[in-house]
C-alpha cells in the first residue's frame, strides 16, 4: 500500500520517485527504518510536491538544535549550489569559511539529491534542485532552506578576492628565472600542483563571475578597491593595450611583432595574430568589437577580423614608425599618427587614404577621435597638442602648454575636455572648444606615458615610466588612487567600459 501510494505521488515523475529511494535507502539502513521513513513522507500529505520533497530532506539534513550550526549547514549548501563549477570538499570548506569535517556531514545528509564523485567533486542528481534551492522565496514555515543567489554571490566574491590576498604572491611557483619559458621548465606542472592549491585556482579563475552576480557590489567593492586584481604575463614588452567595447576581451601589441587578444575574466589568451614584421606600438578595438587595429613600427596599420584572426586590410602610407591608431566612434573611419610627423586619416572599410594632416613639427605619438567623430586630436614630440577638422583636415586648436613630448592625448566621452599626459610628468586637462588649459595633474615622478578618461568623464587614469598608475579627480585634479603593482615603466592605460576598472600594460611583460 505504501509503494501504491509512493507511486501515486509521483505523478509519473521519475526524479521524485528516484529521490524518495535515496532517501529510504541511506546508510544501509534496516528494513524497519527504511518502511518508517518511507510512511512518514507518504503521511506528509497526499499531495506532496517535488519542491516540498526537496524542503524536508535539506531541512532533515541540516536540522541542529544550535541555530547558529544549522545556520551554518545551510550555507554550505548554498556554496555548493552558487559555486561556478562543481567543486571538491576541501574548497567548498575553504570558500565557506568551515572545515572539511562540516562539509562531509552536510554533502553526507544530503545523499538524497547529492554526492561525491570518483573525482572528488559534490554533485546535485538533478538540476531542479538547484533551481528550487536558488529561488530567494519567504515561506510561511519557520524553515526556509532557500538562497538568496545575489547575495551569496557577493559573499562569494568577497570571499575570492580574501583568498587571493592571502595566497598570491610573487613568483609562487618558485621559478629561478622569469626569462625562461613555461616550456623550459621541465618540472612546472609539478610546481603548479604543489605550489597553487584548488582553491586559489577558483578563487582566480570565477571571482569575476561571483561579482557579476552579485546583487550589490559595495561589500566586493570595499574588498578589492586599492588593489590590482589580475596579471596577464606576455612574452615580451607590451607597448600599447585596449578594452573591447564589451569590456570581455583585452588586446595587446608588443615587441614581439604580435598582437596578443585576452579574456579579460579568465586571463586567457584568446587569439594571437601575426603579420607586423616589427614592434606593434599601438592597437584598438573598433566600436563594434568586431575588428581589431594595429599600427606597428613597420610602418604599417593593420585591420584584423577579432573573430578570426585573420588580416582583413593592411595600410600603407607612413613612412616611419605608426605610434598611435584609433578607430572612429561611428566605425567608419581609421586614424594614424607616425614618427613622420603625420596623422592620416583612413577609410575603415576600404583601406584607402582620406586625408594626411600635416603641421606637427616633429613625430606624432598619439592620437584619438572626438565621441562624434567630426574631430582628431593629436600629441606630438614638439610639445603641441592639435585637434583637427576630420572632415577638412583644417587645424582647429593648438593646445601648447608642455614643456616636453606629449606621450599621449584623449578625448574625453563627452567631447568637452582633452586629455594629455608628457614626458614633463604632468597630465593637462583642456577645454576642447576654447583649447584652454583646465587643470594641470602633478604627482608623477617620470614621463607620463599613457592617458584614458572614465566613461562618464569624471575620472582620469595615467600611467608612467615611474612604474605607477594613478586615478584622477577630472573635476578638481585631486588624486584618488595610486596603483603600484608593475616592476617597471607603465607604457598604456584604459578603463572599462564600465568605468569600474582599469587595465595597464607595462615594460615588464605584463
Known sequence: ????????????????????????????????????????????SNHLQLEELYSEIVKKAVSHHDSSVQASRLHVLHTILCAMHPISVSVVADLARTTVE???????????????????????????????????????????????????????????????????????????????????????????????????????????????????????????????????????EVWDIATS???????????????????????????????????????????????????????????WDALTGDLVKELKGHTSYVDSVAFSPDGKKVVSGSGDQTVCIWDALTGDLVKKLKGHTDWVCSVAFSPDSKQVVSGSHDKIVHIWDALTGNLVKELKGHTDWVRSVAFSPNGKQVVSGSNDQTVRIWDALTGDLVKELKGHTSYVWSVALSPDSKQVVSGSYDGTVRIWDALTGDLVKELEGHTSSVLSVAFFPDGKQVVSGSNDKT
Open 1 to 44: 500500500k505504501l509503494l501504491e501510494k509512493l507511486t501515486k505521488l509521483s505523478d509519473g515523475l521519475f526524479i521524485y520517485a528516484s529521490t524518495v529511494v535515496k532517501m529510504v535507502t541511506a546508510n544501509n539502513a534496516a528494513l524497519i527504518e527504511q518502511v518508517e521513513v518511507l510512511q512518514k513522507i507518504v503521511n506528509l
Open 245 to 303: 567595447p564589451d569590456g570581455k576581451q583585452v588586446v595587446s601589441g608588443s615587441n614581439d611583432q604580435t598582437v596578443c587578444i585576452w579574456d579579460a575574466l579568465s586571463g586567457d589568451l584568446v587569439k594571437k595574430l601575426k603579420g607586423h614584421t616589427s614592434s606593434v606600438l599601438s592597437v584598438a578595438f573598433s566600436p563594434d568589437g568586431n575588428q581589431v587595429l594595429s599600427g606597428s613600427s613597420d610602418q604599417t596599420v593593420c585591420i
Open 102 to 236: 562540516v562539509v562531509t556531514l552536510v554533502v553526507g545528509n544530503l545523499h538524497a539529491v547529492m554526492y561525491k564523485a570518483d573525482d572528488g567533486m559534490i554533485y546535485t542528481y538533478h538540476a531542479s534542485f538547484a533551481d528550487y534551492i536558488l529561488k530567494d522565496l519567504i515561506t510561511v514555515t519557520t524553515f526556509n532552506p532557500h538562497c538568496n543567489a545575489g547575495m551569496h554571490h557577493e559573499f562569494l566574491a568577497v570571499r575570492c578576492y580574501e583568498i587571493m590576498e592571502e595566497q598570491l604572491c610573487f613568483n609562487i611557483c618558485g621559478l629561478e628565472s622569469s626569462f625562461v619559458k613555461d616550456v623550459d621548465v621541465p618540472d612546472l606542472e609539478m610546481r603548479i600542483e604543489n605550489k597553487i592549491s584548488n582553491t586559489l585556482k577558483y578563487a582566480v579563475f570565477k571571482w569575476m563571475a561571483h561579482v557579476n552576480l552579485s546583487s550589490g557590489l559595495h561589500k566586493v567593492t570595499g574588498a578589492y578597491e586599492s588593489s590590482h586584481m589580475m596579471t596577464i604575463e606576455t612574452p615580451s
